[in-house]
């Protein structure tokens, strides 16, 4: 069957989940990424922020290895740059380190005939692509720092915050407070529309008290995926379907069904 590739690659621009997907397997070549319900509904939350059909907040709790680094700081400011190339965009890891790494990745997706053909309008600034920044040629631009990094005189429109506190900071309660401080004093107030801007924080519970408890707790939207369930929670990863975790249920275990056969 013939592939009608000028709609493939239309879906890619409009489909967060779609493009996640393929954009996985462009940054691996010779790899590819087995679906799962946990992905699609992290995917299914952030297409639903951009489009304006949800809060522009999110907070993503998720055990380690479940490629949430991936989906919110390499391939979530890849689309969003190729949708619209002047979007500024604020990522933070708690080092300078896994920042850097995370930015080196996008700009390796930026770069890849996957993208470029999806995204022709979208393209690096030569002149500005260093590891802890690139500007595309449209003015845009990915910003890498440090959570307790400076950000005097930058700004942006978007800011991800990837693992803000390291595992072994987390029964610190001074590099908790940093965090969060360096987050409200510092990130919210780079941002060009507080009330607008998108804002993903995406980490592991690390403590009752770490930087996406306190934000819950304020009542931003969440999305919490334990390792193991320990009760029945719903998860939708359409807008026609969702994922039943049942007690004892690990990520990849989840029972999918049609939103209108719930129970």
Partial sequence: ??????????????????????????????QRLTPNWHIDCICFLIQLMVSGEARRRLVLNLPPR??????????????????????????????????????????????????????????LNPKKA?????????????????????????????????????ANDADSEVARRGAIDWL????????????????????????????SGILIEQGWPRLVIPAIAVEPADYRVSEERSTIARPGNCCSCSETIPRQSRS
């Fill in 184 to 211: 409200r004093n510092t990130a919210f107030s780079r941002l060009d529309d507080p009330a607008e801007s998108l804002i993903c924080i995406a980490m592991q519970r690390l403590h009752v008290d770490d930087p």
């Fill in 130 to 166: 260093a590891e802890g920044e690139f500007e595309t040629t449209r003015r845009g631009s990915r910003l890498a720092t440090s959570v307790g990094g400076t950000l005097t005189g930058r700004g942006g429109e978007v800011l991800i915050v990837d693992d803000p506190i390291k």
């Fill in 66 to 123: 479940t490629l949430k680094s991936f989906i919110v700081s390499v391939a979530l400011p890849g689309w969003l740059l190729g949708r619209v190339p002047s979007t500024r965009i604020i990522c933070a890891s708690y080092s300078d380190e896994l920042a850097a790494k995370f930015s080196r990745d996008c700009r390796a997706l930026l770069e890849t005939p996957f993208y470029k053909r999806v995204f022709p309008q979208t393209r």
């Fill in 1 to 30: 069957m013939k592939i009608d590739r000028d709609l493939v690659d239309a879906i890619y621009r409009t489909d967060f989940g779609a493009f996640t997907y393929r954009a996985f397997e462009a940054l691996n070549p010779g």
